[in-house]
């Protein structure tokens, strides 16, 4: 595994799905939709896209679980980044929650109208140092990250400034090494 680069694995930046900056929410979700088409061929679908500024940087990312956070409004009266599953909370809290903040009461059709209002600079999230790694790194080092950030992705950098060139999946990670210590073939 040692001899396993990032580069080997990893998603590269003209096959993930893209979005300019300029774009809306709807945009984004037909740019993650288009790429599964376009590459049916791999196991898994894009469960993010990636936004460029006017030069082709990447300057963030939104996730599947952005776009519904945006689709609902109200969360913006909790705060920016919460994630209250993590602390342990009780599934009455969470409803609760859900109940003192209105989250998903209007209609579907309502909501997802206002997506096109919505850009995609307001949803994403810019991923810090930690949710990087270079295509020369070895894939333990990858997968450590993987492991201590709780991760489903990695941004890949071609060098030690922040040119991006692809990303790193969780999933392509654990199926190459399922594929190489025969543990799918031994499961059934």
Request: proline share 3%; net charge positive.
């Amino acid at each position: 595994m040692e001899n396993i680069r990032v580069k080997q694995l990893m998603v590269p930046l003209s096959e993930y799905a893209t979005v300019s900056e300029k774009a809306n929410l709807v945009e984004a979700i037909q740019a993650m939709e288009n790429k599964k088409k376009r590459y049916s061929d791999k196991p898994y679908r894009h469960r993010s896209v990636l936004v460029l500024n006017a030069k082709k940087q990447v300057i963030g990312k939104l996730s599947q679980v952005d776009i519904m956070r945006a689709l609902e409004p109200n969360y913006n009266k909790i705060g920016t980044d919460i994630s209250l599953g993590r602390f342990g909370f009780s599934a009455t809290f969470m409803k609760a929650i859900r109940d003192q903040f209105d989250l998903w009461q209007r209609p579907l059709e309502e909501l997802c109208r206002a997506l096109r209002q919505v850009k995609v600079t307001e949803a994403m999230y810019t991923p810090a140092e930690h949710q990087r790694v270079l295509q020369t790194d070895t894939l333990q080092a990858a997968m450590h990250q993987f492991v201590m950030g709780r991760h489903r992705s990695l941004l890949v950098t071609a060098n030690r400034g922040k040119r991006i060139v692809g990303i790193l999946r969780s999933t392509d990670v654990f199926n190459w090494l399922c594929d190489e210590t025969g543990v799918c073939k031994t499961m059934g």
